[in-house]
């Protein structure tokens, strides 16, 4: 209820490069910080768990074993190279993923 919405402004190239950006994810640390035991009850009852590489391995692993026990289906979105990297091994249970060429590999 205090955290900012989390925040990304890029600066592309002509090509449409990435070439620098300033972001502020703070909200990522309050989810990290209390991520409890089970998904609040509105979760339990969605359609679908939308997850993305920001949020700790731990959260995302927890997150997706309680989607699966409510039967929730669960995307992934992989942010980065070095977050989809750090988040393979909490990836069990994802329906969809969606990475960019150089997250794939």
Not at 34 to 50: D, Y
Not at 87 to 97: F, H, Y
């Amino acid at each position: 209820p205090d955290a900012r919405t989390g925040t990304f402004s890029g600066l592309l190239d002509g090509r449409g490069d990435l070439v620098g950006a300033v972001v502020d994810m703070g909200v990522y640390s309050a989810i990290n910080d209390n991520a409890g035991s089970t998904l609040p009850p509105a979760l339990r009852s969605s359609s679908l768990l939308i997850l993305d590489a920001n949020m700790d391995p731990s959260v995302i692993s927890q997150a997706l074993k309680q989607g699966e026990a409510a039967a929730v289906p669960s995307w992934f979105e992989t942010v980065s190279v070095p977050k989809a990297q750090r988040s393979v091994a909490a990836l069990s249970g994802i329906e969809l993923v969606k990475p960019n060429l150089a997250e794939l590999k």
